[in-house]
């Protein structure tokens, strides 16, 4: 009788540290992300200079894989690269953002 207590206290405790270590977030977020993040952050400032490009972001592809996000404020590429530093760039043509609310009222304007 002893030797089943021992046993199935050890199970279960064997049990809950398989849950606990498989239900873990990967260490340091996603695959991929800071890779992403990194090169949108190497390549922001030329990305916004480049005529038609309203902003930079980093997202998922349609593949499901991290990428920079291009925003545009016409459709097309504007020739832009299809990788930056072994990261995808995603093109989306989104027109201008605009401030509306409260950030417009304070003068807040982009």
């Given at each position: 009788?002893?030797?089943?207590?021992?046993?199935?206290?050890?199970?279960?405790?064997?049990a809950?540290?398989?849950?606990t270590?498989?239900?873990?977030?990967?260490?340091?977020?996603?695959?991929?992300?800071?890779?992403?993040?990194?090169?949108?952050?190497?390549?922001?400032?030329?990305?916004?200079?480049?005529?038609?490009?309203?902003?930079?972001?980093?997202?998922?592809?349609?593949?499901?894989?991290?990428?920079i996000?291009?925003?545009?404020?016409?459709?097309?590429?504007?020739?832009?690269?299809?990788?930056?530093?072994?990261?995808?760039?995603?093109?989306?043509?989104?027109?201008?953002?605009?401030?509306?609310?409260?950030?417009?009222?304070?003068?807040?304007?982009?």
């Open positions: 009788m002893r030797k089943s207590v021992i046993f199935i206290v050890l199970a279960v405790i064997l809950l540290m398989a849950t270590v498989l239900a873990a977030p990967p260490p340091g977020g996603p695959p991929g992300l800071e890779r992403a993040i990194t090169a949108q952050e190497k390549h922001n400032p030329n990305l916004l200079s480049t005529d038609g490009v309203v902003a930079t972001a980093v997202g998922v592809a349609k593949d499901g894989k991290f990428a996000k291009v925003f545009t404020d016409r459709p097309g590429r504007l020739s832009l690269p299809a990788y930056l530093d072994d990261v995808q760039v995603d093109v989306e043509m989104t027109g201008k953002f605009r401030l509306t609310g409260a950030a417009c009222r304070k003068g807040k304007g982009l």
